[in-house]
């Protein structure tokens, strides 16, 4: 009698047992099953990866994406505009990269010239001052001719056909831009998991003036959580608008022919200083739209000087001094902040 309770409890055990080891290798099936999609996006993304990395598709095997959008910079390069293939200086400021994904951008470039990703990541491999290639098809040729990309095309796109096309190579390089991780804030820590000691006492102090008096918030938003800092609109800053100022009507008038004669805004723009600094009026054609520029995350704002579309502002705090004018003569009152509350709003744009 005792001998066959215990084979019973014997029996029980072994089953229980069993059972344990079957559910856990349904598990791990259906896992395999589920993780499909997941790891063909981790191959698109290490591919973009390589491509973002790779100087061979320059004109001069100089210049790779991450020349200018550098990694340790939060993807921008610390110079007042884009330097590219054979020296050549473009005439805007890099914008950092890690942003794209965490502030939910969705049209690119400081003129918004983009709306699509898709697109923006291709430009500057044909843009003459970036990558300078002369065209698409000078692309596909260099990637065609590497057998380690041909190999990693078809493992990261296995569904379509084996041709390596813009499409691809823009989904590989829109899957890395997207992973690019903008880190954790400070200001995140504090306004998302209500962790007050993440701020000091006087970036504290800062947070209630960008939200109240300096009417920063207005544009740079904190509403979503992450806040995006960001209203993905345009507005007029004036900054490198008085240098082209005298000579408006001409400038205008070649933007409108240029896009009637349907060349690239953004070789144009790369290329012609004063016409950039006509900012949206380059996508529009509206007078209404002269001068008027995206306004930019702030996420990451301590790494990524020198500021501004052009360059032209250096350093955190004479970016804070140029807003904190320009916010006053648009809000028609003085906006005046004493030297305390700067340093106080600049406590908290390091926090971002
Ligand atoms: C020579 C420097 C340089 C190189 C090389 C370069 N970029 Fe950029 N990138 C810039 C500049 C400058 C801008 C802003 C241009 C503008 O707004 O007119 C920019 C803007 C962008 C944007 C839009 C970001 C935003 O927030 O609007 C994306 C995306 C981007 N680059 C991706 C890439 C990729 C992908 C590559 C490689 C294929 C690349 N860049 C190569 C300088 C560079
Ligand atoms: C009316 C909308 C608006 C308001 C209000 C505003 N900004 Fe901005 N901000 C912008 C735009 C647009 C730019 C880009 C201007 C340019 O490049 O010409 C910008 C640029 C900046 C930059 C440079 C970022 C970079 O990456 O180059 C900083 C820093 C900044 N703002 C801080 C502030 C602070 C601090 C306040 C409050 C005192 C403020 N802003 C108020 C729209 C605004």
Redesign the pocket.
Known sequence: MRQSSHTYVYCLIGLIALLGLVALALRSHLAIGKAEPTSQTSLQIALGKELFNDAQLSADGSVRCASCHIPDKAYTDGQRVAVGVHGRTGTR?T?SLATVEASGDNTFF?DGRRTALEQAVLDPLTNPVEMGLHNQAELIEKIQANAAYRNAFVQAFPDSKSSITPDKIASALVAYVRSLKSPESAYDRYALQGDHTALSPQAQLGLAI?KGK???A???LLQSSPATLTDHA??R?G??LDAVNQNLPALTQSIIDRSLHGAAIGDRVATHADEAQLGRFNVTQDPADIGL????S?RG?AS?AP???DGSVAT?DD??DR??YY?SL?AGYPLSLSVEERRD?KAF?QAL
């Open positions: 400021n914008p400081w960008f300096g009417r920063c207005e544009c740079h345009y507005h800053t900054v490198g520029f995206r306004t930019p702030l704002v990524t500021y501004m579309h955190l970016a804070i807003e904190v916010r648009q709003l744009l």
